[in-house]
């Protein structure tokens, strides 16, 4: 199979990729990512939640949801001082990017907006990539984001358009797929996957996939999480995907998305060394370091780190795409 970097994929094409034998999948996506990414290089990303809890969203995943009764409480933006501070630690810590979550149905242009372009502004200056993750945003939003600073912007899918609304209804697909185009026309990288294990097919699977690789431009970054079941939330009683779904699903998204980063995100704590090494072997080059991402936790630093040594994987540089493109 020869690497194509197209926007008009069928759906029957992308299933005939998925659907491949898993070892002929993982030689596919192992080669693939050969010719469009450095080997054994990985994207070290740290993820901070700066607005905890309370969200009016009632995604069936969410422990952050106002919907449900879980172990988080709703706390206030953070104060600036303390999430600089954290952008810090997560820099000496081996990261190149910093991530700020919101539990924000949409970001309003209020103060809470203005500090977190203030937040952006600094970080940026520290020389990380500066990514965020407010909920909807309008195109004014976006451009202000852009203007202070901002990397990239996290949005995902969650699951195909036709299994939308078995997970969330108090906002449509399209909603989700208006904010990427708000993002993208300002001129920000985009980071857009979705979740397995909300009870979705494996149809549902490749539809998600098929309308990421189908936008005009492909993400910059393309999360594939595993779901962490909360106590509370309607998938409580989820079972964990096993570690050969994961890989099914990097390595098609590395197949159609060959320029993309594919993070491996949530799940790795229930991972072996072994099983994570596959998943790099079928095409991931991206994590999430850090002992929690969000509210789920996350293997520590350290843990990665020896990872890291016994892999033989080195940290993506900040900004790499822009300095190769000098």
């Given at each position: 199979m020869q690497a194509i970097i197209k926007n008009d994929w069928t759906r029957a094409e992308v299933a005939d990729i998925y659907n491949m034998p898993l070892m002929e999948l993982m030689y596919k996506a192992a080669t693939i990512?050969?010719?469009?990414?450095?080997?054994?290089?990985?994207?070290?990303c740290t993820l901070l939640s700066v607005k905890t809890?309370?969200?009016?969203?009632?995604?069936?995943?969410?422990?952050?949801?106002?919907?449900?009764?879980?172990?988080?409480?709703?706390?206030?933006?953070?104060?600036?001082?303390?999430?600089?501070?954290?952008?810090?630690?997560?820099?000496?810590n081996g990261s190149t990017r910093f991530c700020m979550g919101a539990a924000w149905r949409e970001a309003r242009s209020n103060r809470d907006f203005e500090r977190v372009l203030g937040m952006v502004g600094e970080i940026n200056e520290m020389g990380m990539e500066v990514c965020a993750t407010l909920g909807m945003l309008s195109e004014e939003q976006a451009e202000q984001l852009k203007d202070a600073g901002l990397y990239a912007y996290n949005h995902n899918l969650d699951t195909s358009r036709e299994y939308y609304d078995k997970v969330i209804t108090t906002r449509t697909f399209d909603d989700r797929l208006d904010t990427i185009k708000n993002v993208q026309k300002a001129k920000i990288s985009v980071c857009s996957g979705g979740i397995i294990g909300l009870g979705e097919t494996d149809a549902d699977r490749i539809g998600m996939l098929h309308t990421l690789a189908c936008l005009p431009?492909?993400?910059?970054?393309?999360?594939?999480?595993?779901?962490?079941p909360v106590e509370g939330t309607p998938m409580e009683q989820n079972?964990?995907?096993?570690t050969w779904e994961m890989i099914r699903m990097i390595a098609t998204a590395r197949i159609i998305m060959p320029e993309a980063m594919v993070r491996l995100s949530a799940g790795r704590t229930e991972m072996s060394t072994e099983a994570q090494a596959l998943c790099f072997m079928a095409g991931a080059n991206s994590i999430?370091?850090?002992?929690?991402?969000?509210?789920?936790?996350?293997p520590e630093e350290d843990i990665d780190k020896l990872?890291?040594?016994?892999?033989?994987?080195?940290?993506?540089?900040?900004?790499?795409?822009?300095?190769?493109?000098?």
């Open positions: 990512h050969r010719e469009f990414q450095k080997t054994g290089e990985v994207q070290v809890g309370g969200c009016k969203e009632d995604c069936s995943y969410c422990s952050q949801s106002s919907k449900y009764s879980t172990h988080v409480k709703p706390q206030k933006l953070m104060a600036t001082e303390d999430v600089i501070e954290k952008a810090k630690q997560a820099k000496d431009t492909h993400p910059e970054s393309v999360p594939v999480n595993a779901l962490v079972k964990m995907v096993s999430f370091a850090g002992d929690q991402l969000l509210t789920t936790p996350n990872m890291f040594d016994l892999l033989g994987l080195t940290p993506r540089a900040s900004f790499k795409k822009e300095t190769e493109l000098v």
